[in-house]
């Protein structure tokens, strides 16, 4: 199976996309079944690698891999194949606990497997694995200042440097163009209040320019380091 078979086209200019759905969690099955018998598979570089099948990478200037909140097999094979690792999160304790205990887990589960297989490869005289991503950053989302600057501000204390500077403010715009099954750029301004709508836009406006900005300093840093190789 091609990657370039499964690409379908949107109705947006040069977006096109990969669907999943449930069925998708038969792999987590199957994976283990699959490694046992061919212990030589690139497991854990599977996603990354079939995605550069034909250069369909070549032809994307970004590719997102949307994840479930969990550690399973294609989730880390999504977090393998990413350069940047971006993780939404409510200002509430519990999804700030929740946020706290993934981080500690990609961490203690990365390096474990980082261990065995390098133990393998080392045997085998091969070069050894890191996971590594250009950037890391948690996002507060649906954010309510009147109710939640106190908590946002421990949140963003604890976790430092991998907070975005932007808390991405609680919008209805986002219930009411759901419910006309649009997304926020599609929706039509003159079906909202101009307020709501506005605020809206800011929001996710202030929220791209901010990943935006990441996103130019690790294709920056890429091009000086091609530079600096050749």
Same mark, same amino acid.
């Given at each position: @199976?091609?990657?370039?078979?499964?690409?379908?086209?949107?109705?947006?200019?040069?977006?096109?996309?990969?669907?999943?759905?449930?069925?998708?969690?038969?792999?987590?099955?199957?994976?283990?079944?699959?490694?046992?018998?061919?212990?030589?598979?690139?497991?854990?570089?599977?996603?990354?690698?079939?995605?550069?099948?034909?250069? @369909?990478?070549?032809?994307?200037?970004?590719?997102?891999?949307?994840?479930?909140?969990?550690?399973?097999?294609?989730?880390?094979?999504?977090?393998?194949?990413?350069?940047?690792?971006? @993780?939404?999160?409510?200002?509430?304790?519990?999804?700030?606990?929740?946020?706290?205990?993934?981080?500690?887990?990609?961490?203690?589960?990365?390096?474990?497997?980082?261990?065995?297989?390098?133990?393998?490869? +080392?045997?085998?005289?091969?070069?050894?694995?890191?996971?590594?991503?250009?950037?890391? +950053?948690?996002?507060?989302?649906?954010?309510?200042?009147?109710?939640?600057?106190?908590?946002?501000?421990?949140?963003?204390?604890?976790?430092?440097?991998?907070?975005?500077?932007?808390?991405?403010?609680?919008?209805?715009?986002?219930?009411?163009?759901?419910?006309?099954?649009?997304?926020?750029?599609?929706?039509?301004?003159?079906?909202?209040?101009?307020?709501?709508?506005?605020?809206?836009?800011?929001?996710?406006?202030?929220?791209?320019?901010?990943?935006?900005?990441?996103?130019?300093?690790?294709?920056?840093?890429?091009?000086?380091?091609?530079?600096?190789?050749?």
């Amino acid at each position: @199976v091609s990657p370039r078979n499964l690409i379908q086209k949107t109705h947006w200019p040069n977006i096109d996309l990969i669907g999943a759905q449930l069925n998708l969690y038969w792999a987590e099955f199957q994976i283990p079944v699959w490694r046992m018998g061919l212990r030589s598979w690139p497991l854990w570089d599977a996603l990354g690698n079939f995605l550069s099948d034909d250069a @369909v990478l070549d032809d994307y200037d970004i590719v997102f891999l949307d994840t479930p909140p969990a550690l399973g097999y294609l989730t880390i094979n999504s977090l393998a194949a990413a350069d940047i690792l971006l @993780v939404p999160l409510g200002a509430s304790f519990l999804e700030f606990d929740s946020t706290g205990r993934f981080f500690d887990m990609l961490y203690s589960t990365f390096a474990s497997i980082e261990d065995g297989e390098n133990t393998q490869r +080392r045997a085998a005289d091969l070069p050894e694995v890191k996971f590594e991503w250009d950037v890391v +950053r948690a996002i507060v989302t649906r954010f309510d200042a009147a109710q939640q600057t106190d908590l946002a501000n421990v949140i963003q204390a604890y976790f430092g440097d991998f907070m975005n500077a932007y808390r991405q403010e609680f919008t209805a715009l986002v219930g009411q163009a759901g419910e006309q099954i649009n997304g926020i750029y599609e929706a039509d301004y003159r079906e909202f209040n101009r307020d709501t709508y506005l605020r809206g836009r800011e929001a996710f406006d202030r929220t791209y320019a901010e990943f935006k900005e990441l996103l130019v300093g690790c294709w920056w840093r890429d091009a000086q380091e091609g530079q600096g190789n050749g």
